[in-house]
Nanobody
Framework: QVQLVETGGALVQAGGSLRLACEAS????????MGWFRQAPGKEREFVAA???????TYGDSAKGRFTISRDNAKKTMYLQMSTLKPEDTAVYYC????????????????????WGQGTQVTVSS
C-alpha cells in the first residue's frame, strides 16, 4: 500500500521560511520522480517543483529562486524548503510520486503522478 505523508505546514508571516517533508512508503522511492504541487481555494492544482530519481530538479515559476526541493532516498523522504514566503503562497501543498523516474515536460502536470498525499496547509499572513 502506497502512502505519502506530508508534514511541516504551518501559519507563518510573510518573509518567513518553512520546510515541508513528504515521507513515502510502499513504493520504489529511489526510482520515482517526486513532485510538489499546491492548491489554493478556488484555483487549480499548481506545479511547484519536482526531483527525478537521478536528482535533477525543475521548478514552477512561482518557486524559482525561493524554494528548494531535495530528497533523501535512504529515508524515503522528499523536502521542500521555502523561503521569502508571500501571502500568495498560501495553499494546501501536496506531494506526489511518478513511477517514471525521469523529468520531462509532462512532469509539471498532475495527471502524470500516480500517487498523492493528503496535503499539508501552508498559510502566509501579511
Amino acid at each position: 500500500q502506497v502512502q505519502l505523508v506530508e508534514t511541516g505546514g504551518a501559519l507563518v508571516q510573510a518573509g518567513g521560511s518553512l520546510r515541508l517533508a513528504c515521507e513515502a512508503s510502499g513504493l520504489p522511492f529511489s526510482s520515482c520522480t517526486m513532485g510538489w504541487f499546491r492548491q489554493a481555494p478556488g484555483k487549480e492544482r499548481e506545479f511547484v517543483a519536482a526531483a527525478s530519481a537521478s536528482g535533477r530538479t525543475t521548478y514552477g515559476d512561482s518557486a524559482k529562486g525561493r524554494f528548494t526541493i531535495s530528497r533523501d532516498n535512504a529515508k524515503k523522504t522528499m523536502y521542500l524548503q521555502m523561503s521569502t514566503l508571500k501571502p500568495e503562497d498560501t495553499a494546501v501543498y501536496y506531494c506526489a510520486a511518478d513511477l517514471l523516474g525521469f523529468l520531462d515536460t509532462a512532469s509539471v502536470a498532475p495527471r502524470n503522478y500516480e500517487h498523492w498525499g493528503q496535503g499539508t496547509q501552508v498559510t502566509v499572513s501579511s
